[in-house]
């Protein structure tokens, strides 16, 4: 006779089922559900060594499932200064801001990198992101790189700005906007194509192993908050794919990763970048969309990242001025095609041109 692990008993089980049931007793044998229903009836499972848990009525659910998440992210910035707001960090002010970056720098040596993840400008009450400035003066002898939430944005300090080539005179890139104060300063904040192409390739790289580590602790996090499977939409490179593997076989309990590879405008490496949610066209597709618009395409961005999306519209030459391109991008719905076959895919490219069409049209 096989005797559960653990029995929990006095419980609201969400089976989730075909017929949504609802039971009140779980046995368990380690990882795995034996049965569910109520305690009499799974009293047949109970042995000696089983422990029974009246949980006093509390909800039990399958395990969640996280369809569109950035667990290699959440692994890779574990060891940053954490910038977020409440729920998820302490700062409220700008002033908070400068403290954590100025804790982390004074255990920094010289010249070596400050790194910081979560900054959320809406979320502080000044409402506005620090200035290069005010982060020289937080961290004088290192440059420093802070992350917006969104992952589409960065702000940083001299230093940094410096070691990326970064000037008065260094015009906006193609699919992205450099920040810049009323005498054309760039003031330290970076939009979409220069955070990703620009500063990501300095900073510091870690190894296989250590970025294995860090998500084997990531996982850890996801499972104690009850996440038992997470699908990356965000891959940047075949080394993902293969941290992703290595981990899975690696770690010793039970967690299901994936890899949400876009399909957007096409499935051809050449037109998107496999996992990524903005869509970079090909230098083909970019030519053949200028042809029939009469616009310059570089990026279009359908990530729910609002905030971001701003610098990836005006990038695409769509819209003049950040407002414009945030109000728009609430409205405007991209028809995305969905089958493998080539004239589903061309059907859908005609559909998202006349879309592109009627935006310019209308602006």
């Known amino acids: 006779m096989q005797y559960a692990s653990v029995l929990l008993f006095n419980a609201v089980i969400l089976t989730l089922d075909g017929s949504d049931a609802v039971a009140s007793a779980l046995a368990l044998d380690g990882d795995r559900i034996l049965a569910v ?14 422990e029974c848990r009246d949980i006093g009525g509390a909800a039990v659910l399958p395990g969640f499932y ?13 060891g940053r200064v954490n910038l977020n707001s409440p729920p998820l960090g302490a700062c409220r002010t700008l002033g908070d801001i400068l403290a954590a970056i100025r804790a982390r720098a004074a255990e920094t040596p010289d010249g070596e990198w400050v790194l910081a993840c979560g900054l ?43 070691l990326a080539g970064i000037g008065r005179h260094t015009p906006d890139p193609a699919g992205g906007v450099i920040r810049r104060d009323a ?8 939009e979409e194509s220069p955070v990703y192409e620009t500063i990501m390739p300095l900073l510091p790289k870690q190894t296989q192993e250590q970025r294995i580590g860090d998500l084997a602790a990531a996982t850890r996090d996801y499972a104690a908050r009850g996440i038992t499977t997470a699908v990356d939409a965000a891959l940047f490179s075949y080394d993902d794919a293969e941290i992703l593997r290595a981990a899975q076989e690696g770690i010793a309990y039970s967690f299901r990763y994936g890899i949400d590879i876009m399909r957007g405008l096409g499935l051809s490496p050449d037109i998107i970048r496999a996992g990524q949610a903005n869509l970079f066209l090909s230098p083909l597709f970019r030519q053949t969309l200028a042809t029939l618009t009469g616009a310059r395409i570089e990026l279009f961005n359908t990530d ?19 407002e414009e391109a945030f109000a728009s991008l609430r409205r405007l719905e991209v028809v995305e095609p969905v089958a493998a076959d080539r004239e589903a895919l061309e059907a859908g490219y005609r559909a998202w041109v006349a879309e592109v069409e009627r935006k310019i049209q209308n602006s």
């Not at 229903?37 to 089983?50: K, M, V």
């Open 120 to 162: 959320d400008d809406t979320l502080l009450e000044e409402k506005r992101f620090p200035s290069r400035w005010e982060l020289d003066e937080a961290a004088p002898h290192n440059p420093v790189f802070a992350q917006h939430i969104s992952g589409h944005l960065c702000v940083l300090n001299s230093a940094a700005l410096k």
């Open 37 to 50: 229903g109520d305690r009499d009836g799974l009293a047949p499972l109970i042995g000696p060594d089983t």
């Open 304 to 322: 729910g990242a609002l905030g971001a999306a701003r610098g990836a519209a005006l990038g695409a030459g769509l819209y003049r001025t950040r």
């Open 183 to 190: 005498d054309g300063e760039p003031d330290g904040v970076l």
């Open 66 to 78: 996280d369809a569109h998440g950035h667990i290699l992210m959440a692994a890779q910035v574990r």
